[in-house]
Each structure stands twice: as structure tokens, then as C-alpha cells.
């Protein structure tokens, strides 16, 4: 099956500094990726969609600003999480659609721990 | 919004036992989706179901997309301590421009 890459697994950073978290889908095209957010015991909460060339859709409730996403290629988003606090901690997902299908493939996911 | 229901919300069962979960929707699905995710880890595309009345296997799991295109369910058969983990429906409707809307999550516990 497809495969979708996430990077760094797991990031520790200070609260007040920013951190990026990659998504890569490694062998097939993806022009909509999905990012999500899992507290603990919890579904999967969508935060936003990237689109590849353009601008991100978010889910209301969730700061553009703080969230920064860019999809600059049809193989990678990225998400920056800006000025983090302590309860930006949480567990981050991206998802890739492949652009030939409906299928929905997730990476491993990134445990982000602001102290 | 759509809302989509998943039940059981968690399930204790023997080695060797079959199981089955299941998701409605308050509206109609043109796509469901059935993912197991373990601790820490991203979820995992189990079985993609894509029309209605489709019935799809994929090892021990059996899916099937529901006439009415508000419901699926899982069946896993003669589980093993492996199967442990939680699992997740997901299903998009038409016009939803490509995201999913997750249920709530099965947590299953095989014991031996």
C-alpha cells in the first residue's frame, strides 16, 4: 500500500519556540493532505486541509496562525506549530489522498511535548 | 454537521472469539473506511469500501458498506492477542471536498 511518512516521531521544545513537523507521502502524488490532532483516548480531530500550491483550509476553532501549514510540493506539508505552549502537546497526524483514488493513507503520527 | 456513530465503544473478548463493530452515519456516505490504530502509532488502513451493499475481506476482517449508505461493520474472526488496539470507522460523503469524518473509536482487548 501507499506509504506516508512523518517527521520527527517525536519532538521535545520549549514553550515560546516554534516546531516543524513534516508529512511526506513517499511514493505516489498527493495534492490534499490532512492534519489532525488526537488527544489521548480520543478520535481523530481534524485541524485542517493542505492543498499543494495554495492555501490551507482550517477547521474553525484552529488558529492559522498558530498552526502554519504549508504544501509546497505535491510530496510534502508541513506543519509549524508557532510560539507553543504547553497545551499545544498532543499527538499530530497528517493523511495523504492519492490523487488516482479515494483511498486516505496516514503516516505514524509525531508526539509533540512542550515544556 | 454529519455525524457518524460507533459502537461498541470498547469490547472485552476471548482468543478465539469472533467480533463485530459498527458505524451509522446521519447522513449518506459515498465512502467508508475502516482503520486500526495501536498506542503511539498512526492509524493503518484496514479495508476501503467504496460502494454500496460492497462486502470486502482482507484476511480475517470482513466489511461491508450498507444498502442505505449510513451504516458499515466490521466482523474480525477468531481473533488473536494482536488484534488488540483501537479501531476506527471513517467514512466521507459526497461533496465533502476529500476529508473524512472519523467515529469515535472501538478499543478491543483480546484476552488469552
Known amino acids: 500500500g501507499a506509504v506516508v511518512s512523518q517527521h520527527p516521531s517525536r519532538v521535545i521544545c520549549k514553550s515560546g519556540t516554534s516546531v516543524k513537523i513534516e508529512c511526506r507521502s513517499l511514493?505516489?502524488?498527493?495534492?490534499?493532505m490532512f492534519w489532525y490532532r488526537q488527544f489521548p483516548k480520543q478520535s481523530l480531530m481534524l485541524m485542517a486541509t493542505?492543498?499543494?500550491?495554495?492555501?490551507?483550509?482550517?477547521e474553525q476553532g484552529v488558529e492559522k496562525d498558530k498552526f502554519l501549514i504549508n504544501h509546497a510540493s505535491l510530496t510534502l506539508s508541513t506543519l509549524t506549530v508557532t510560539s507553543a505552549h504547553p497545551e499545544d502537546s498532543s499527538f499530530y497526524i497528517c493523511?495523504?489522498?492519492?490523487?488516482?483514488?479515494?483511498?486516505?493513507?496516514f503516516g505514524e503520527g509525531s508526539w509533540l511535548t512542550v515544556v | 454537521g454529519q455525524q457518524l456513530n460507533q459502537s461498541p465503544q470498547s469490547m472485552f473478548i476471548q482468543e478465539g472469539e469472533d467480533v463485530s463493530m459498527n458505524c451509522t452515519s446521519s447522513?449518506?456516505?459515498?465512502?467508508w473506511l475502516w482503520y486500526k490504530q495501536d498506542p503511539g502509532e498512526g492509524p493503518v488502513l484496514l479495508i476501503a469500501?467504496?460502494?454500496?451493499?460492497e462486502l470486502t475481506s482482507n484476511g480475517r476482517l470482513t466489511a461491508q458498506f450498507g444498502i442505505t449508505r449510513k451504516d458499515s461493520f466490521l466482523n474480525i474472526s477468531a481473533s488473536i492477542p494482536s488484534d488488540v488496539g483501537i479501531y476506527f470507522c471513517?467514512?466521507?460523503?459526497?461533496?465533502?471536498?476529500?476529508?473524512?469524518?472519523f467515529g469515535s473509536g472501538t478499543q478491543l482487548t483480546v484476552l488469552p
Open positions: 493523511s495523504a489522498r492519492l490523487d488516482s483514488g479515494n483511498t486516505i493513507y
Open positions: 511514493d505516489f502524488q498527493a495534492t490534499t
Open positions: 493542505s492543498n499543494e500550491g495554495s492555501k490551507a483550509t482550517y
Open positions: 447522513s449518506i456516505f459515498n465512502t
Open positions: 469500501l467504496y460502494k454500496a451493499g
Open positions: 471513517a467514512g466521507r460523503s459526497p461533496g465533502s471536498a476529500r476529508q473524512l469524518t
